[in-house]
């Protein structure tokens, strides 16, 4: 009978420690997995940024030459028009038409680029972006805060001790530096 | 804002809250299953007094308890909720958007800066909450404000919103909102209340039957006692097990909302969008009240979402009461929503 209690009482004693186990592994890992998401937001964050500068100069350069463009054909056509020259005038509304068409091409690709669309589309990337950015710094917060709280709570620590290199990570938080901190308190927007 | 400055703000600890829901719904749960069991033992029992007439029921239960006679029907009924859980949750997410106007939203359909942002919204918040996949982005063409989450695991999870919702709100109310919606996903609130509610009816439909054969059979002998005792007691619980269940399902969809509010609350580090997001819900409800109802109502298998959504169109006085469980709201008040996450009326 004694037998049969301290052999269940070792199953309990052994089911508990793998459960903690395992456990702890998982949260590593997800604490692993959470602190590379914010080198992927870091690297995202650079590579949105350039390509959304880029097309947004491309447009805003389409935008200025197609302009002229547009005008300085129209002035053809008006003239050739008042001139009679039917040929020519056709010759200008037709490059016209090219263009108008070629506009149409980025429009699909960029739905509502509008000038004032174009701005609040990007202010909304940006924002996004470094919302993002953030975000995977709460989330790896977080999980360095779940991870410690187990590691360190009773029961849990005694199973840690047993297996220290495996399961005793010294996880940081994500933090400013002091002169950093210090810096962003005084900082107050000049208007 | 102005309708918040009737609020005094202040902290709440919302790993407490999250605690303490997560009790209440495991009491919840378990006290579902202890009346899962007892029920079908008590089938059981009834089942194997026909065998053993002379017997009394103590000894017949504790023969069940122990095994001695096999708890056929107990399994059978735990086989049929297996199966309709299954049958449910493969269905799920097809159910849940059933007789709405909605269109998916992906980085590459959205048409329009709104739709894109709403799409950053929930990717953002998918961050927040450390979610592995990205749950599917719906919009519902549908000028009422609100929302609702589904799936049954992180990877079919879905959110969907109706467009009011997206116009109305602005970026961090919408925010809060998602947040709201994920939470439940994280906190596998679908899973949970969805199972809750087929045990439920599962329940009550055998209790129905068993009443019935009960009423007939006891006509042709009237002179067992054992099983009259038994017969009373179907009697008494056909009559009080539904209302047991409406109460423990409220309660438990309650609590999961609590739970919620104070997951968009974790995930934001910030309570007031969330309680401006649902002044504004309620508010615009009550504004247009009779316009909602005629949308609701014209909105085939509107029940079906109706514990899913953040808001419930009920406690602005609109939908039809159809059933006893449309007396009571799925959600708490606006009022006791807003203290949980630390908004106290002035």
């Known amino acids: 009978m004694a037998m049969i209690i301290i052999v269940v009482l070792l199953l309990l004693i052994g089911g508990y420690i793998v459960m903690t186990y395992n456990t702890l592994i998982a949260q590593i890992e997800a604490t692993r997995n959470n602190q590379k998401q914010i080198d992927i937001q870091l690297d995202r964050r ?19 030459t197609t302009l002229k463009d547009v005008v300085a054909l129209r ?49 909304e990337e940006i924002v ?14 977080d999980s360095v805060e779940t991870y410690s709280a187990t590691k360190k709570s009773f029961f849990t620590a005694m199973v840690v001790s047993l297996f220290r290199t495996k399961l005793d990570m010294d996880f940081l938080y994500w933090q400013l530096t002091q002169d950093k901190i210090a810096a962003q308190e005084d900082y107050t927007v000049k208007l | ?78 086989a049929v909720a297996a199966i309709s859980l299954l049958v449910t949750f493969t269905l799920h997410d097809k159910l849940m958007l059933l007789g709405t106007e909605y ?81 439940h996903i994280r906190h596998m609130d679908i899973k949970l209340t ?71 609350v974790e995930l934001l580090r910030d309570n007031q969008p969330l309680a401006q997001a649902l002044l504004k819900i309620q508010n615009d409800h009550d504004n247009n009240q009779a316009q909602y109802r005629d949308a609701y109502q014209q909105t085939p298998h509107e029940n079906v979402r109706r514990e899913a959504y953040i808001f419930d169109p009920v406690q602005a006085g609109i939908e039809p009461m159809t059933s006893l469980a449309d007396a009571f709201s799925t959600h708490p008040n606006l009022k006791d929503r807003l203290a949980a996450i630390g908004f106290k009326l002035k």
Not at chain 1, 53 to 58: A, E, G, L, R, Y
Not at chain 2, 147 to 176: D, P
């Open chain 1, 46 to 64: 650079f590579k949105v940024f350039e390509s959304l500068i880029n097309v947004v100069k491309k447009y805003m350069d389409y935008e200025k």
């Open chain 1, 75 to 123: 002035n053809q056509a008006q003239q050739a028009k008042s001139q009679g020259d039917e040929k020519a005038r056709i010759a200008a509304e037709n490059k016209i038409s090219d263009i108008a068409s070629n506009i149409n091409v980025v429009f699909e690709q960029y739905p509502d680029l509008k000038a004032n669309q174009n701005c609040m589309q990007l202010q």
């Open chain 1, 128 to 141: 996004s972006t470094e919302n993002k950015l953030a975000y995977a710094k709460q989330s790896y917060n």
């Open chain 2, 1 to 78: 804002m102005s309708e918040l400055d009737r609020y005094a703000n202040s902290t709440v600890d919302w790993r407490k809250t999250l605690r303490t829901n997560n009790r209440r719904t495991f009491f919840v749960i378990a006290v579902f299953f202890a009346i899962y069991f007892l029920l079908g033992l008590l089938v059981d029992t009834y089942l194997a007094s026909m065998h053993y007439p002379q017997a009394p029921v103590s000894q017949i239960f504790s023969a069940l308890i122990t095994l001695h006679i096999f708890p056929i029907a107990t399994l059978v009924m735990l």
């Open chain 2, 103 to 183: 269109r998916e939203i992906t980085p590459e359909t959205a048409q329009t800066l709104l739709e894109k942002q709403l799409y950053n919204c929930v990717e953002e918040m998918k961050i927040a909450a450390g979610l592995h996949y990205m749950p599917r982005v719906f919009l519902i063409e549908a000028d009422y404000m609100n929302a609702f989450a589904s799936g049954y695991s992180e990877k079919s999870a879905m959110v969907a919103i109706t467009r009011g919702l997206a116009e109305k709100l602005n970026r961090s109310e919408l925010t809060a909102v998602m947040a709201h919606e994920l939470s």
């Open chain 2, 194 to 264: 969805l199972m809750a509610s087929v045990l439920a009816n599962l329940m009550l439909m055998v209790l129905d039957i068993f009443f019935y054969s009960a009423l007939f059979s006891r006509r042709s002998n009237g002179d067992d006692r054992s099983r009259n005792g038994l017969v009373a007691i179907i009697i008494l619980l056909r009559y009080l097990l539904p209302v047991i269940n409406i109460l423990l399902l409220l309660y438990l969809s309650r609590t999961r909302e609590y739970m919620a509010d104070a997951g968009s």
